[in-house]
């Protein structure tokens, strides 16, 4: 259906329509049924009036006597207008016959010889006529049977059924209107609860977001949309919540070191100072910036991320050669710290090596970074079937089960204490390690205990 026709409109129409159908039928079996009891109540009524006519026909017992018969008939029904009958004599010409209509003679011969219980019914003029017809044997010495036959005008009978009909057709009208009525009214009042939810629904903005639509005053065929709808907005509460904090967080975050920038640049500025303060000074606001500027390109990244708008290459990585390559990049750092570095099994995936690279070399900096002195670093890799899993292990201090959760949403740093110090990270590297995996259609999960913390990456075919 193109037209949009309200649910009320569509429901009421078809209270109507169904109500039309069935009383129609009903009208259409009462109508049939009443005629039918008209042609039975008929036929009884004109077999009466053969029955009579038969007894004085079989005492007949001369030729000489059918005038006398014929008088008989005539006087018998004068009077009786819609009754009307017709009597042939053995010889086959017609004895008597009722003045006020044509009887169709051959008809009633036909009815009559073929032993025909049922009436027949023919048109004159305007009015219509049923008649019966029998032979009946005389007492008449080698003659045959008489054909007698009555008939009544049915005039009565079509005026009531017009009268009738029109009445049925009236009140069948009446009725499927008061159907369609009814229905409009049953359905607006069913569709109320819907009407209260689209206020209720559209009274939610952004800032009330926390509203719920009601789950207990709602038909039990509108709960489940109802719950899906509350779950929606749990989710986009969720959403904006997160991205207003987001960009509280930012600018916070921007603000530790602009802050830090501005004071030691003041500082440096108050008085006079030798060359060497002042190189000192540009090298200490240099890191600054470089942490400002990998933090603002990481945010850059992110965002293409949140946009879709990271589409990595398809290249084939062998992932063991690529962690080879990082090892020998953090090899100095690891000795350094004594920690053993390992890497086990193959694998390889499709995707993007640079993009790859860098998530890695994000869980693999955050280990070392954690791994205390003589610890050890372990990257398992394995290849089962249509999966391919990458492990990152790392001894140290277990991650506290209240970060678990949080860990790789932005800006998120497990060690409060060390957050905004300029050595430490941005907090956004476990954000852009899940960013990549999901690009590359993967999941990232993390899991620590007892000395252990693991990164698993999962990448699907
Ligand atoms: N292997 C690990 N062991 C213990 N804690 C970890 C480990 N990896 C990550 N973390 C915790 O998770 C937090 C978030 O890590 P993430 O890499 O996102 O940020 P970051 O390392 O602080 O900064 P960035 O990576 O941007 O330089 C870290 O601050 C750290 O507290
Ligand atoms: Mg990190």
Not at 309 to 333: C, G, N, R, V
């Amino acid at each position: 259906m193109s037209t949009k026709w309200s649910i009320t409109t569509r429901l009421t129409l078809l209270f109507a329509l169904v109500s039309s159908g069935v009383l129609l039928a009903f009208s259409t079996f009462v109508i049939s049924a009443i005629e039918k009891h008209f042609v039975e109540q008929d036929k009884e009524a004109l077999q009466g009036k053969i029955v009579l006519i038969e007894s004085a026909v079989r005492r007949l017992s001369t030729p000489e006597a059918l005038p006398a018969f014929s008088q008989l008939l005539h006087d018998a029904f004068v009077g009786h207008d819609d009754l009307m009958v017709l009597a042939l004599a053995p010889d086959g010409s017609t004895l008597h016959v009722s003045t006020n209509i044509i009887f169709p003679v051959d008809r009633a011969r036909q009815a009559a010889s073929a032993q025909r219980t049922g009436t027949f019914d023919w048109r004159e003029g305007t009015r219509i006529y049923r008649g019966l017809a029998k032979a009946i044997p005389t007492s008449i010495p080698d003659a045959g049977p008489m054909v007698v036959a009555v008939a009544i005008d049915l005039n009565h009978h079509s005026n009531f059924m017009a009268r009738f009909e029109k009445t049925l057709f009236a009140l069948a009208t009446t009725a499927a209107l008061a159907c369609g009525l009814l229905g409009w009214f049953v359905v607006r009042r069913g569709l109320a609860p819907l009407r209260l939810l689209k206020e209720q629904a559209s009274n939610v903005t952004a800032s009330s977001l926390d509203t719920r639509l009601p789950e207990t005053s709602i038909p039990v065929e509108l709960t489940g949309l109802v719950q899906t709808l509350n779950q929606m907005l749990e989710r986009l509460q969720d959403a904006f919540n997160r991205l207003s904090n987001f960009s509280s967080d930012l600018a916070h975050e921007l603000r530790t070191p602009v802050t830090n920038l501005t004071t030691q640049t003041q500082v440096a500025l108050s008085q006079p100072r030798d060359a060497k303060a002042y190189r000192e000074t540009l090298a200490s606001n240099a890191e600054e910036f470089e942490r400002l500027s990998r933090m603002i390109s990481d945010m850059l990244f992110l965002a293409k991320a949140d946009h879709g708008l990271m589409l990595p290459s398809t290249e084939t990585i062998e992932l063991k050669q690529e962690i080879d390559e990082l090892f020998d990049f953090y090899d100095a750092l690891a000795e350094e710290r004594r920690v053993t570095l390992t890497v086990e099994g193959q694998g390889r995936i499709t995707g993007d090596r640079l993009m790859l690279r860098r998530a890695i070399s994000n869980l693999l900096s955050n280990a070392l970074r954690h791994t205390p002195t003589d610890g050890r670093i372990t990257i398992r890799i394995q290849n089962t079937g249509a999966r391919t899993h990458v492990a990152i292990e790392n001894t140290g201090q277990a991650i506290s089960p209240e970060d678990i959760p949080h860990l790789f949403n932005r800006f998120y740093r497990a060690d409060k204490a060390r957050t905004h110090t300029s050595s430490e990270g941005t907090g956004l590297g476990l954000a852009i390690t899940k960013a990549i995996v999901s690009a590359h259609r993967g999941n990232v999960s993390v899991s620590s205990r007892a000395g252990l913390t693991r990164f698993d990456l999962v990448f699907n075919e």
